[in-house]
Structures are given as structure tokens and as C-alpha cells.
């Protein structure tokens, strides 16, 4: 305290101790801040939180972070005059409205009222340390992909000739999604191409945690897509923050996928359009690309449809003129080689014409001697079998068993079939006796073994 606390009561004592009324230590508070902080001064710190009200005055909180982690805070107000100056030239200068999560060099008074506390004053706003500030985070995320090789890694991945199954990362509110929606479906050209939405929040503190969740779901299912888009429409650069940040970036390089990104208008350019496969203005220049794609493709394949029209009826032209100059002169040379084969047979024919007829020459008197052989051989040979078969018949005919019944033999039969042992025979059997002239029929009474 400053040594005029002791003027500023009348109650000297209370129970042996000195006591002083609360408005009269925020008054002695008061003194000595103004005292001490007399000058403005400049301050870095980042917002937190910003508000206006309906009269014009701007409330901030204003923090400084070490690892993510705050160690100071302070409340901070614009009166409405100087805030439409601050922010009309923050704006002017950067492209960009004052908001939450900058990080800004401000021009203060420090100043404490007996009610509402400690606060400062904000007098004016420097917007070259925020473009500063920003390019500086911005280099350190570009440095670190950079340095792990992520910066090109998305867009060594091939797009598909004709990326007609797409997933898309958005939100459904988001005016953005609508044109890309709209333009996809409703294209001059009639292509089909087939999307679904993976919602996710686009901007604010929850922005960059969703992004990447909804990737993350299209990962799983990176099998039914060509391609990855995230859309939104532009915004200011607090809006478009979270694709400034390494975590975003680094998912869109490690995708599986090519991703193409339409996250901003013409003059906004992000980290995560740097690590992308393709980088588009426009929700709306996204499908017009995709289009494009397809419409290239069907060209190059119109055009190969043309070349390869236009080389095969000049090739059926060559070749037909060529199969008609070989058909022509296959023709000359089959009549050549037909004729000459003709004399050749001509030729052969008379040869052998010749050759036979003095084979036949030569071997007729050997055929004449050889029938005269023949011819004896034959006459000896049908003797010899006319003998033998005149002595085979005067044996049969001794053999005939009417000339041995002449010599006094008989023949005895039982029922017609000739016994030539007695024992075929039994006692009361009829047998019939042929002999030479006539027969004899008897029952037989006993029979006798062999004398």
C-alpha cells in the first residue's frame, strides 16, 4: 500500500486492529495502478473470447498460453468509438476480423474501477503483428510436414481416370456443400457421379477433432470411393483456422485417397490445400474439376475411338490393296507352278510308261518259265492226288461193312445204335442181328464174358 492509506479512514482501530472500508482500498488500488501504469503500453496476448454488445463496445478476454496451458489472463474492453476504427483497419489491413484464437499486439491503458475490477483499456490494435503472427504459425506447421515428407505424399496417389464414387466432408447446412451438391447433380453433361456426406462442424473449437473424425469413417470404408472432398464456402481466416493446423494437414497427407479440397474463396489458401492431392477455390470449381475429369476422360476416349477408326480404315485400305497385289500375283505363280508341276507329271508319266514296259519285256520269258514250272509242278502234283484218293477209296471200300458181312460178320443193334460190348446189355433186351442178307431178332437170355 501507498503511505497515504492511513488518510483515507476514520476508523482507526476495531478491536485493536486497523481497519479500512472496501471503497476506500479499490480508491487506494486505483491511485496506485494509474500512478504506476500512467503510460499505455503494448501487449501481446491472444483472444479467447470476444463479444459486442448492441451499443458498440467490444469485451475481450485476453490470455497467453505455454504449451497449451494458460498462465495469465486478463479482461479487456473497446469502447464502441475506437472499436469501429480498430476493427475497420484490422480488417483492411489483413483480410480478416477481429476473433477468437488471434493472437494480436495491442495498445493498452491498465485501468481498475472500485466495481468491476481490473481491466484494460484497448486504445488501438497493430494488424502487421497478426499477419506476422499468423505467417510465422503457419511457416513452423509447413516446416514440420516438410521435414516428415508429407507435404507431397497425398498427391503421389493417382486419381482415378474416372472418379465418379466420391466421399465428401462437410456440413448439410453449409452453403458450400449446396452448390457442390447441386452442381454434381444437375451437370450439362448427364455424368452420374455418386457421393455421401460424412457430416462434420467446418469452423470453431470442435472443427478439427470432427474433420478428422469423419475421415477416419471414410478410411474404413476408402474401398467404395475414387476420391475424398472436403467443402465449406469460404469464411475468415479465424473460420478457416483448424485447416491451418498440423493434425488436419497430416491426416489429409497420410490419406489412402486423393483429396481434393474446396474449403475457401479465391483469396483464401490453408495448410491443408498444401498437403492435398488437388486444391480448388470453390465448393463449386471441386465439381467442376470432377466433372472436367470425366469429361477428359470421355474425350480421350472419343478421340481414341477416331484414331482408332481412322488407322483401321487406312490399315483395311493398305492391306486390302496389298491382298490384291498378292492375290494377283499368287495367281500368275500358281498357274506357273501348275504348269510346271504339268510337265513334270508329263515327264514322270512317260518314264514310267517306259520303264514298265521294259520291266515287262525284260521279265516275260522269266513269267513264261516260271508257268511252265508251274504247270508241270501242278500236273505232277494233281497225279499224285488222283492216286492217293483212288487208294483211299478202294480202302473204304473194303472197310464198307456190307462186303464185311460178305466175309461172314454181322452186326448186333439195340435200338438201332451197334453193341460192341456185352456188357451194354441185360437180360431180357431185344437186339436185332444184321447179316449179309437179312436179320435176326432175339432176347437176350444170358451173357458171357469175354473167351
Not at 485493536?16 to 503510460?39: D, H, M, P
Not at 479465424?238 to 498440423?246: A, H, K, P, Q, R
Not at 483469396?267 to 498444401?274: F, G, P
Amino acid at each position: 500500500m501507498t503511505g497515504n492509506l492511513s488518510d483515507i479512514s476514520k476508523e482507526r482501530f476495531y478491536s485493536g486492529i486497523y481497519v479500512v472500508r472496501l471503497s476506500e482500498l479499490n480508491k487506494a488500488i486505483k491511485s496506485s495502478i494509474e500512478t504506476a501504469f500512467s503510460q499505455t503500453l503494448w501487449v501481446v496476448a491472444e483472444i479467447s473470447e470476444m463479444r459486442c454488445n448492441t451499443k458498440g463496445h467490444c469485451y475481450l478476454e485476453l490470455v497467453e498460453k505455454e504449451d497449451n496451458d494458460t498462465i495469465a489472463q486478463i479482461r479487456a474492453n473497446i469502447w464502441a468509438r475506437a472499436f469501429r476504427v480498430i476493427a475497420s483497419n484490422f480488417k483492411k489491413t489483413t483480410g480478416e476480423s477481429l476473433g477468437q484464437g488471434m493472437k494480436v499486439l495491442l495498445q493498452i491503458n491498465v485501468t481498475f474501477h472500485e466495481i468491476y475490477g481490473l481491466s484494460l483499456n484497448i486504445r488501438d490494435i497493430d494488424p502487421a503483428y497478426s499477419l506476422g503472427e499468423m505467417a510465422r504459425k503457419r511457416m513452423e506447421v509447413i516446416e514440420q510436414l516438410t521435414k516428415e515428407g508429407l507435404i507431397k505424399m497425398n498427391k503421389q496417389i493417382c486419381l482415378p481416370l474416372v472418379p465418379q464414387r466420391i466421399a465428401v466432408i462437410s456440413s448439410v447446412t453449409a452453403a458450400g456443400y449446396g452448390d457442390f451438391i447441386n452442381h454434381i447433380d444437375t451437370n450439362r453433361y448427364g455424368y452420374k457421379i455418386y457421393h455421401t456426406l460424412f457430416q462434420a462442424f467446418m469452423q470453431g473449437q470442435a472443427a478439427g477433432a470432427s474433420i478428422i473424425s469423419a475421415m477416419r469413417r471414410v478410411k474404413k470404408q476408402r474401398r467404395l470411393y475414387d476420391a475424398l472432398v472436403i467443402v465449406r464456402g469460404g469464411g475468415s481466416q479465424v473460420d478457416l483456422s483448424c485447416f491451418d493446423t498440423y493434425d488436419i494437414a497430416a491426416e489429409i497427407a497420410k490419406f489412402p485417397l486423393p483429396v481434393i479440397t474446396g474449403i475457401g474463396h479465391e483469396r483464401d489458401y490453408t495448410i491443408a490445400d498444401i498437403t492435398a492431392h488437388t486444391k480448388l477455390k470453390t465448393p463449386t470449381a471441386v465439381a467442376e474439376f470432377l466433372l472436367s475429369e470425366i469429361l477428359r476422360f470421355e474425350e480421350r476416349i472419343m478421340e481414341c475411338q477416331k484414331i482408332l477408326i481412322q488407322q483401321t480404315s487406312a490399315l483395311i485400305a493398305r492391306e486390302d490393296h496389298r491382298v490384291r497385289y498378292l492375290a494377283q500375283d499368287l495367281k500368275h505363280m500358281v498357274k506357273e507352278i501348275f504348269l510346271r508341276e504339268m510337265k513334270k507329271i508329263e515327264l514322270n508319266l512317260h518314264k514310267i510308261i517306259r520303264v514298265t514296259y521294259r520291266s515287262i519285256e525284260s521279265n516275260s520269258n522269266r513269267l513264261k518259265l516260271d508257268a511252265s514250272k508251274i504247270t508241270g509242278a501242278l500236273h505232277i502234283f494233281f497225279e499224285q492226288q488222283h492216286n492217293r484218293i483212288r487208294q483211299n477209296g478202294q480202302a473204304i471200300r473194303l472197310l464198307d461193312p456190307a462186303n464185311i458181312l460178305k466175309r461172314g460178320y454181322s452186326i448186333t443193334y439195340l435200338k438201332d445204335k451197334a453193341i460192341r460190348d456185352s456188357e451194354d446189355l441185360q437180360k431180357g433186351y431185344i437186339i436185332r442181328t444184321r447179316l449179309n442178307r437179312g436179320s435176326i431178332r432175339s432176347i437176350v437170355e444170358a451173357m458171357d464174358g469175354e473167351d
